[in-house]
C-alpha cells in the first residue's frame, strides 16, 4: 500500500492505493509505522510523504470509514492506528516533510498538521471532516490544529468541514510553500537534502522541544476527564452511526442531534 525509497539520507514514503484514494486504513498505517520504523534504524536525516497520483486527484481520503468502530468504542482513541502514526510523525527524530498533490480529508489532514514542514502544489486542499460524519474528533488532533493555525482559522475549518484551498491553505500557514507542479518533487528534495547537511542532533534535540513546547498545555485531570465524557456522547450517538451508514451507502447523512 506503499512505496519507500532513500535517496541519500532522505527517505521517501508514498501512499498508494488508488483504488480507495489513500484512505488511511490499518494495513496502510501499520505499512507506514514500519517504513518509520526502518528509516530510523538506517539513520535517515529526514522523511517525505508523498501521494502516488490517482484519477480522483485525493491526497489521501483520511481514515478508512469503514473501520470506525461502532461497538461503542473510542473511534480517536490513544491507540487508534492512526493515532500511533501520527505520534511516529512527531516523535520521528528528524523533519518529516509532506508534499501534498491533491485533496487532503479528515484524519490525513491531521497528518499535515503533525508533519514539521508542508509543501503543496496548486491542486493541494486539505479539509477536516468530523462533523460530516459525526466523530468526537480528540483533544490531540484538536491541538494539533491550534498549533499551527490561528484559532478562528482552525474553527472555521472543523465547523465547516469545507476544504481550504492551495492560496488559502498557504496564507493561513497550513502549507509553507506552494510551487509549480512540475517543480513540486525537486523543491522538496533540495529542502529536504539540504536538511541533511546541517547538524543531525541540533535539529533532531530541536524538532523534540518544539513538540514538547507546542504541547506545554497542562491539563487537569478532572478538565481531561469531562473533555472525555463529552465526547463520550458524541460516539454513543446516532448521528455518529448515521454518519458512517450515509458513507456506505453513498448518501447524505440526516442528522438530529441526538
Ligand atoms: O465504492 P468503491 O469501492 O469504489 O470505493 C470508493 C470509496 O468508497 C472509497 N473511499 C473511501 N473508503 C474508505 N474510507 C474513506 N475515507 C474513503 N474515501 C473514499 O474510494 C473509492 C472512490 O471514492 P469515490 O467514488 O467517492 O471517489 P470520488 O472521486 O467521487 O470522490 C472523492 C472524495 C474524496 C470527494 C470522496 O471519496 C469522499 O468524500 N471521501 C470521504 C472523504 C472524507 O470525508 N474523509 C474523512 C474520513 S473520516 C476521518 O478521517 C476522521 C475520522 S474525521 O472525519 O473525524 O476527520
Redesign the pocket.
Known sequence: MIKTEIQGKVGIVSLNHP???N???QAMVHDLVEAFESFKAEKIRVVIITAEPN??N?WS??????E?PENHED??GYYDPLEVLLRTIQRYPGPVITQVHG?V??????LIMSSDISIGDSTCSF????A??G?P?NASGIGHFIARLDLNQAKEMFFTARPVDAAMAENWGIVNHIVEGDQLAAYTMEMAQHITTLAPLSIEVIKEQFRILANSQALSADVFEKIEGLRTRVWESKDYHEGIKA?NE?RKPHFTGE
Do not use: N, Q, R
Open positions: 483504488e480507495k484514494l484512505a488511511l486504513s484519477e480522483s485525493v481520503a483520511g481514515h478508512y470509514i469503514p470506525l473511534p480517536l485533496s480529508w479528515g484524519g490525513a489532514c491531521d479539509a477536516i471532516t468530523p460530516k460524519i466523530v474528533y458513507f453513498k
